[in-house]
């Protein structure tokens, strides 16, 4: 009946207004009967809204001492109740009130609903039973949108007052956390990601060893080694967005394991990545640190055994990289090379690359690697044309011409400093069959100067090209021998699929 349940639901409000933390006890069963309330439509609008004023108060009586008090503190105040609890069981017997299991007729007594007395009275956060119940109710995928966000609210809400003990959950609310990721709502997603960034950013999550929780069943065959140093871990939350190395990353270990465990999610539902990949990891990098996002994929992809699922997802990442926003800042690191750290992730990200041949060469456009552009291009005459292949070429034709390479563009102007460059078009060119992008890198091509009348009086200048890439120390040739091997790789693979679907087509014959 909706008047029982809005009455149910106004007593409830004026209970955690007036006793204030004395509630928190109750918590798990408050949340079980006004978690699912907040999905009502417009027809039990009054009983919505007193339900969501409930939960709203109640989520701001948990404060970061919770998570301060030791379990022997815990367990003396569990052991000498306060006189109201002592009065109050019995009496919920007699009565015989509950709701939802809890006890209404504790909430009547004069020191309960006392304000002086509720400060001095010390209670303890059942955060096990809260935990069971937001839990529950994200694996019911009966429940509305507005409950799955506030349920997501209450998790981040809880690892941010209480992030020690809400640690020792972490490995049960995983996997259900990622499954979230493939909701149909993007806010759920939203909320979602938030969530899993502050677990992997929170020092809390930083395990004694530095290497990562036990990943389970969960982490593909042959786990990625990515170290952490000790002191990540004692590093404030705050730092989560500052720009630093991977060398040095403000994640702790849970980081990781939900790199690894987001690509096999994407490996496990193509849907996913095609759909909200792109929109999952521009989010991800927002709220977490860009350059440890790609350098850990890229690490990660660097021991994928699926090869096909590699190739897409470096597509994947290389369009995110080249067209985002929200990666500006790491396009201008990886374009001047003038680091080590930046070094480290060119050739860290080149590596994965390699399962991309078009990708590869677009990476060495970004960080102005002409040269080995040239070389790279020059290697695609032994390699497996393919309609595929061709279509990634007349895609990066029209990257070029996109504002992201309008400094690539201008560098054509300087004809005698920059004569890898012409010549990696050119190569892109011959590639090309007719067609409107052969016609549009012709014409681009054709607007080249000639070097002669380009010709300045100041010839003593040293090319600034030259000097960038004889500074970098970069070994380009082993990074060639790379490519080719990982090519390599997947010639076999494409090769070893074709046979199995010709024996298969046999049998379908016979």
């Not at 108060?57 to 301060?68: F, G, T």
């Not at 990781?256 to 991800?284: D, H, V």
Request: glycine fraction near 4%; charged fraction near 20%; include cysteine.
């Amino acid at each position: 009946d909706d008047l029982i349940q809005l009455t149910a639901m106004c007593w409830m409000r004026e209970f955690i207004q007036l006793a204030g933390r004395v509630m928190l006890p109750y918590s798990s069963g408050i949340l079980t009967a006004v978690l699912p309330c907040l999905s009502y439509d417009d027809r039990k609008k009054n009983i919505k809204e007193v339900a969501n004023v409930c939960n709203q108060s109640l989520m701001k009586l948990v404060i970061p001492e919770d998570d301060e008090m030791d379990e022997a503190k815990q367990s003396t105040i569990q052991a000498e109740p306060t006189s109201g609890e002592s009065l109050s069981k019995p009496e919920a017997a007699a009565c015989g009130e509950s709701l939802n299991e809890l006890d209404i007729a504790a909430l009547n007594q004069p020191l309960s609903l006392s304000p002086c007395s509720c400060e001095r009275i010390q209670v303890t956060l059942n955060l096990d039973g809260i935990v069971q119940v937001l839990d529950c109710h994200l694996h019911d995928t009966s429940i509305g949108m507005m409950t799955r966000i506030a349920v997501l609210k209450w998790l981040y809400h809880l690892y941010i007052k209480t992030p020690r003990k809400m640690f020792r959950h972490t490995d049960s609310l995983f996997p259900i956390l990622l499954r979230t990721l493939s909701d149909e709502s993007d806010e759920v997603i939203l909320k979602d990601l938030e969530l899993l960034a502050e677990i992997a950013s929170s020092p809390a999550g930083q395990t004694e060893e530095g290497h990562g929780p036990s990943d389970g069943s969960d982490v593909r065959p042959g786990p990625v080694e990515l170290h952490v140093p000790a002191r990540a871990g004692q590093l404030s939350s705050s730092t989560k967005g500052l720009e630093c190395s991977p060398s040095t990353p403000t994640m702790n270990s849970y980081f990781y394991k939900f790199m690894i465990n987001l690509l096999k999610r994407f490996s496990s539902e193509r849907k996913l990545l095609e759909t909200r990949g792109a929109f999952i990891i521009r989010q991800l990098c927002l709220l977490l640190n860009a350059e440890n996002i790609f350098h850990s994929m890229a690490d990660i992809l660097l021991r994928e055994e699926d090869l096909k699922f590699a190739s897409t997802m470096v597509h994947t990442l290389n369009t995110i990289l080249l067209t985002s926003s929200e990666l500006f800042q790491l396009r201008n690191q990886l374009k001047d090379l003038k680091t080590p750290e930046s070094r480290n992730l060119f050739c860290c990200l080149y590596r994965s690359w390699c399962h991309n041949p078009v990708t590869t060469v677009s990476l060495c456009f970004l960080t102005q690697n002409y040269k080995h552009a040239y070389d790279l291009i020059q290697k695609f005459g032994d390699l497996e044309v393919t309609v595929d292949f061709l279509t990634e070429v007349d895609k990066l034709v029209q990257l070029i011409e996109c504002p992201i390479f309008t400094y690539l563009r201008l560098q054509l102007l300087d004809v005698k400093n920059n004569p890898y460059l012409i010549k990696a078009l050119y190569g892109l060119l011959m590639l090309l069959p007719q067609s409107s992008a052969f016609e549009l890198l012709s014409h681009r091509l054709q607007c080249v100067p000639n070097p002669e009348l380009m010709q300045t009086t100041d010839n003593s200048k040293p090319s600034t090209s030259f000097k960038r890439a004889a500074a970098s120390n970069i070994d380009y040739t082993e990074l060639l021998q790379h490519f080719e091997m990982v090519q390599n790789k997947h010639l076999e693979a494409r090769h070893q699929r074709a046979g199995r679907a010709e024996q298969l087509d046999r049998r379908v014959v016979l």
